[in-house]
């Protein structure tokens, strides 16, 4: 029978048949008996029973890290005090 690989829940799983890898979207041909705990597990479906949509072959993207809220300083003070004017 052929079947198609969805890549399970996530969608990026994809399975080794003999010597072949297979991943989301492909199409394998196997037994029946060997694809049923791949279809419970949600990793295969009947060719017949496929629709593209089922296939989610672009994981979903992780959310961009948050840059670090940074003090601002404090402004600097001047100190008239310090500044002396020299006369040359």
Do not use: H, Q
Not at 45 to 53: G, I, L, N, Y
Not at 61 to 88: F, K, M, Q, R, T
């Amino acid at each position: 029978m052929k079947f198609r690989v969805t890549g399970g829940e996530d969608g990026t799983l994809g399975i080794n048949v003999g010597n072949r890898r297979y991943e989301p979207g492909d199409l394998v041909e196997m037994t029946a008996d060997k694809a049923d705990w791949l279809i419970e597990c949600g990793v295969l479906v009947k060719d017949a029973e496929w629709s593209p949509a089922e296939v989610n072959v672009e994981p979903e993207p992780e959310p961009e890290p948050v840059a670090e809220e940074v003090e601002e300083a404090d402004p600097i003070e001047e100190d008239d005090e310090d500044d002396e004017e020299v006369d040359l």
